[in-house]
């Protein structure tokens, strides 16, 4: 059966996953994780994406990200993966593959869940235990946005920047959503959407991007258990 395609539109956010094979890890060393973001600001501009927020996991990273052109997010994780692919091989003196398939992805609405995508990206690390707070975990785009440390790889989306007028005024806004946290349900659907590919958001937002799409975009009878994170 061939796979669906993905949803994909220009000028809209989306919710991106690509996880290690076998949940094996991706990143060995911090400078793992230092290279994986060099390559990853270099694509970002090459294909014309920005990047609202976006956490490096041990096995599996998430990105939330809109591009100009719908061809764009597919390039970029296409250029990003093999060139940090190439990297892991040649340092780990390994060979074969380092991902786990496809790349998962789904557009999210930006008036129901954009912010509430930011905060369950950058709280991956609390859930998982790794960190207390997210500000303590140094691999995320928490830093930038809820305290305005400069990432030159951020660019902060519509609904962030009505957060408030000055930067002071929106990291303290964020801040103050950010610790509110997210409802079981939130974080279910924000997980559920992005792994099985379906669009969250309201019945308006739904069916306008099912008409650009000519498609359906609701979840999929389910099937085998979801992965976590």
């Keep these: 059966m ?11 956010p989306h919710h991106i996953i690509q996880r290690g094979n076998n949940r094996q890890p991706i990143f060995f060393d911090d400078r793992d994780r230092r290279l994986f973001l060099t390559m990853l600001g ?6 014309g994406v ?39 091989n040649r340092a780990q003196g390994r060979t074969g593959t380092l ?3 496809r790349f998962k992805s789904t557009i999210v609405d930006s008036e129901t869940y954009v912010m509430a ?20 975990y140094r691999w995320s785009s928490h830093a930038a946005n809820a305290h305005g440390a400069t990432d030159p790889r951020v660019t902060p989306h519509d609904c962030y ?9 929106r990291q303290a806004a964020y801040r103050a959503h950010f610790d509110a946290g997210l409802t079981p349900e939130l974080l279910d659907t924000l997980r559920d ?23 359906p975009v609701d979840p999929p009878i389910r099937g085998r258990p979801r992965k976590g994170g």
């Design 161 to 169: 920047l009505g957060l408030g007028e000055a930067p002071g005024e």
């Design 50 to 88: 920005a990047l609202h927020a976006y956490v490096l996991m041990t096995n599996h990273i998430h990105l939330l990200a809109t591009p100009r052109h719908p061809a764009a997010i597919g390039r970029l994780m296409q250029s990003l993966g093999r060139r940090y692919v190439g990297h892991v």
């Design 117 to 136: 995508c930011y905060r369950y990206i950058e709280a991956n690390p609390v859930r998982a235990g790794m960190v207390a707070r997210a500000t303590d």
């Design 42 to 47: 270099e694509v970002l501009e090459a294909e």
């Design 2 to 12: 061939p796979r669906a395609p993905r949803f994909i539109l220009a000028d809209q």
């Design 99 to 101: 991902w786990e398939g």
């Design 193 to 215: 959407s992005a792994q099985r590919g379906w669009v969250p958001g309201s019945e308006t937002f739904r069916q306008t991007i099912a008409a650009a799409l000519g498609r």
